[in-house]
């Protein structure tokens, strides 16, 4: 198996897989986006060992696509308001996995937001 992301910059498409890159990975923050340093994909049990142990915190990866087979060129697209979990450290950002997978995130728009309160 071969996992990979997939995010746009401008007019390139950036693939990130299982090893560190200098390309980086965006995620949200309060501001928008950031770009942090990309190290590569964590299972769900050491992401959660990692960030009790106040060593990591979760962060939302915001990116097009993955796949769990890029060598075959099967890509899954994320819909508008998805993301995929990501853990932070202190040298970068992992990409978390669950079966196989990148765990993938739900979320609501500000419009979504405010229509539920």
């Not at 950031?34 to 990116?63: C, D, M, Q």
């Not at 970068?92 to 993938?104: N, R, T, W």
Request: hydrophobic share 35%.
């Amino acid at each position: 198996m071969s996992l990979a992301i997939r995010w746009r910059l401008n007019y390139r498409n950036i693939t990130l897989t299982e090893d560190p890159s200098p390309e980086g990975v965006p995620i949200s923050v309060p501001e928008g986006r950031r770009v942090e340093p990309w190290l590569g994909f964590i299972n769900a049990e050491t992401a959660e060992k990692w960030v009790h142990a106040s060593k990591a915190t979760y962060v939302a990866l915001v990116v097009d696509a993955y796949s769990n087979d890029y060598l075959g060129v099967r890509w899954e697209a994320l819909g508008t308001n998805e993301t995929l979990n990501g853990c932070k450290v202190k040298g970068g950002v992992y990409c978390i996995v669950e079966q196989q997978a990148p765990q993938l995130t739900h979320t609501l728009s500000c419009s979504q937001s405010a229509k539920q309160h």
